[in-house]
């Protein structure tokens, strides 16, 4: 027991200081690209040429376009961009509301919209989430769950992920919705009692992500659902914790603007 | 090895000529006989040919015998069974089936796999009505008869943030009989995809193919490009390499000691281990941006660099975080209230879990002493003279210990590796690759050995991408762990072989 103790007690506190404070994030973490479109070359679309996901939309003075909700933050655009026209910044910030929301153009960040008064009434201080895998790698998963540990701690905001659909305030749904997985994700969601939010983590649940076009699932969660909109998209391959706990956050209303202590430390 | 088969080492690319075609009898009678005499099969995997016809190639190897071995028949009907005396291949017999029609004639318990279309059309095995509409974990299950025998049926959609699967326990009162994992709800075309590469998109495709093996996945690959095309990555590209895939096996280690400390309740570790995980997946957030390490490793090389600053640094924060792991890992071995819940549960007897072909953690916790890195090794580890790590019980109890144990020297390695850099580049230009060529690519990942296959067409393309991740193996054996557990331990079990869905599933 002495030596349980012990050991606990070498360990002192584990929890980053996030949104109070610095998220820390690593020297080269790839968080929102910010586009620079008039360093375009004329003609040039090396950027587009190694993109593994046509998240690079449109190239060009006029028109280079990431689409952060195919991006798998990779980082080869930019290494491949002789212009610096792409630059990866380490802004956490990605989740959106709205499916065009994800397309960054320039290099302001957007953030993402709260709930409505009701619905953040409801959900605001206490919100029952139930994550459903439909395909995918396993990868948002493991930092799903990573954003309960003693790290990241979801739980200190109220949120948390429940065993089962019918304890639920709604669904976070990984993957890009396989044929397989198609059937039990509409079961999940019609055990969920409404009002209920769907929730889209990772680039495969919002746009396929890599495995866009397979003839074996879907492009990601739009329309999976037969007349279901999704109310939060969390882009990333897979998103970071804290990429995902600002998104929710912002969500529930319960972070706001572009106050600095809700950024990351400074590169 | 008999002398009919053509060798090839781990990412040595032969023409595919050199793979002898044999009579379905002499592939066969080869084929029981090696893995009868202890070797194992790496993959074994089918592709179209004209007629209707399917060139089936089995890939095996030894522990003692660093090179693979490789042969062929040309199936053009059903082909009789080896699951029976051989039930290592049960799985691969019953994919085959699944993706080219293949029927394995007499096999012992004939279902798909994944439930997913062929890759060729034509009469569907189970005489299903194709396009298949999307279902898997479809009946019918092994079922046990008896009046006080009932039926627990879990998933796909479990209780806590984990991949799809559906269980069925057959139970008497609460203690377990049987249990059959039906998978294949994470399908997703992998190998579909793959083919006709290499794109843009491959790296970025092998690297999810199980998200906590991304870097295990990517190296495979990599090797195997590298082979199809005549090259090798420089020294310093292969010591990062190892460093990630160390890194990798570190962090899911450390995270599966925490894992089962969390089922059992014991929380110290529990919540010491998820912190400490942390560690280990930021140093390779350090190294390439990427926690799980994607967009590290291409072929060629590796994308990224450290100054010799930035090594010391992440060598000494390595050092750090494991002699916090050592300490909450000692911890947990000694409680008695520990050792109650894993001393003697699940066990896989040695000789079973030679049988079904266990690899990894899973295989070496039941005596079975393989490990790619040691008996397949590329540089650097050819000069790391890696011993597997091996226990004898096959218990929830060892299958930890061999976490700990291979942790243990990964955090070693990474820090001794980060230390001695290799001078010079980190990557080198691969031209395309060579047409009509076979190679098999195999690294030991932290659930076990990595197989991926490759065959390209006369114009270098993928014309077949088969891959293997080590939980097609090992699913078995949590099932056949399962047998005369009570119910409840299931949690825990399953946390002890730590299997992908989504790598099995594809
Ligand atoms: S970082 Fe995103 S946009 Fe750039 S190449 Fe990678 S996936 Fe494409």
Redesign the interface.
Known sequence: MIGILRARLRLGHQTIAFPGGAARLPARFRGRPALAPDRCAAGCAACADVCPTGAVLGTGAGGLAIDAGACVFCGRCQEACPARAIVFTRDHRLAMRAREELVVRGDAPTLARALDGRMRRLFGRSLKLRQVSAGGCGGCEAELNAAGNVQFDLGRFGIQFVASPRHADGLVVTGPVGANMRDALRRTWEATPAPRLLVAVGACAISGGVFAGSPVCGDGLDGAIDGVPVDLYVPGCPPHPVTLIDGLLRLLGRLEGDRPESLAGAP | MPGRLQRARSGEAVAEAAVPVLSAADYQGILADTLAAGHRLLACWGEPRPEGRVLVTAAIAGDRDPTVGLLSTLAGGPLPSLAGECPAVHLFERELAEQLGVVPAGHPWFKPV????PLRPGPDPWGRTLP?A???GVPPFFAVEGEEVHEVAVG??H??????GHFRFQCHGESVLHLEISL??????VE??LAGGPT??????V??????T?VGHALAHARAVEGLAGVEAPPRAAALRAVALELERLASHVGGLGGLAADIGFQ?TA??C??L??EF??AL????????G??LVIPGGV??DLSAGEAAALAARIDRAWA?VE??A??FF??ASVRNRIDGIGVVAPRLARRLGLVGPSGRASGIATDARASHPFPPYDAARLTPAVQEAGDVAARARIRRDEAAWSAAFVAAALRALPPGPVAVAVPPPRGDRLVISLVEGWRGEICHAIRTGADGRFARYKVVDPSFHDWMGLQVALRGQQISDFPLCNKSFDL???GHDL
Not at chain 2, 200 to 205: C, K, Y
């Open positions: 994944r439930f997913e279309p298949l999307g279902v898997a796909p959609v209780a806590g943030v984990i991949e799809p294949g709800y994470q399908h997703r075309g579909r995809l843009a998109r491959t790296v970025a495709l690297e999810s193919i199980a998200g906590d991304a110290p919540s010491a998820g912190a995980r942390a997946l930021n957030a350090e190294l390439c941006g990427n926690r799980f994607r967009g994308r990224f916090q300490g909450t000692r911890v000694r409680a992908s869905y989504a």
